[in-house]
């Protein structure tokens, strides 16, 4: 079954008076439980990709299905539900809140549940708790980020996005900012996570990273394999 389903899309940036074409007509299908790397050069459009598939952007032209739901012509305000009910996000700069200890950070993407799916503090704490376990974080649940290592943080952000229960989770260069003991172990988190069932879709530069995922080629606007 298809979670991420793109037609012919397009995506044209108006610079100036000049048009640029960042992609161009590409289509992508990711599969349920599948694990997906996304490779290619500087300016070739992995993160216009990421941004159409994050929901944080619509294609110019061309259908993209999100969790079945065409998402190309959602108002902002049906995109912004799509999100948190489908998606959690890992960036290479972590983009955790500095003054909030690890089960803070992780417990913050539930307050913005609505309806049914609302949980009251301690229920949210409780979830919390249970997802810094998950990534091997229980004995740091009261330290703030600035007093754990780079893999650590990024265990806490892998914790972070995994609260809501999302279908998939989007790594945008999840080991850029981490060496290679570091990136070896995230690698591994995420692989766990993937074999839980979710859906992994990560750009990356290191091919080592790809060992065992799906590899797709991006170069100038379209995939090349
Ligand atoms: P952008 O976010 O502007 O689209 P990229 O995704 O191409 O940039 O690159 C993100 C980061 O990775 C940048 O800091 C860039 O210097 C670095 N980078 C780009 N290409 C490579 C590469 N081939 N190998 C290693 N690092 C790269
Ligand atoms: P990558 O992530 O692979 O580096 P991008 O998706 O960032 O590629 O960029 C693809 C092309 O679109 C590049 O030519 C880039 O300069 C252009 N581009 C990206 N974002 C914008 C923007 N907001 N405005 C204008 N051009 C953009």
Redo the contacts with the bound molecule.
């Keep these: 079954k298809s979670l991420v389903k793109g037609e012919k899309l397009w995506k044209t940036?108006n610079?100036d008076s000049t048009e640029?074409h960042?992609l161009k007509g590409l289509d992508i299908t990711v599969d349920e439980s599948e694990f997906v790397s996304i490779m290619?050069p500087?300016?070739?459009?992995?993160?216009?990709l990421l941004n159409l598939i994050g929901g944080l952007d619509t294609p110019t032209r061309g259908d993209l299905y999100i969790g079945g739901r065409n998402v190309s012509s959602m108002k902002d305000s049906e995109l912004t539900k799509m999100r948190a009910e489908n998606i959690g996000y890992i960036f290479q700069t972590f983009n955790l809140l500095p003054a909030l200890t690890a089960r803070d950070n992780v417990e913050f993407p539930m307050r913005n549940l609505s309806g049914n799916k609302k949980l009251d503090k301690s229920s949210r704490i409780k979830r919390a708790e249970e997802c810094v376990e998950i990534v091997g974080l229980g004995h740091r649940m009261n330290y703030i980020p600035s007093k754990l290592s780079g893999g650590e943080r990024q265990r806490v952000a892998i914790a972070r996005s995994l609260v809501n229960h999302p279908k998939f989770i989007l790594a945008d260069e999840p080991t850029g900012n981490l060496d290679s003991d570091a990136t070896g172990n995230i690698i591994e988190l995420l692989h766990q996570v993937n074999d839980e069932g979710t859906t992994v879709i990560m750009v990356t530069h290191d091919v080592e990273t790809t060992k065992d995922t799906r590899v797709m080629r991006i170069k100038d606007g379209l995939i090349e394999s």
Aim: charged share 10%; hydrophobic share 25%.
């Design positions: 940036y610079l640029v960042a290619g500087s300016g070739s459009g992995k993160s216009t």
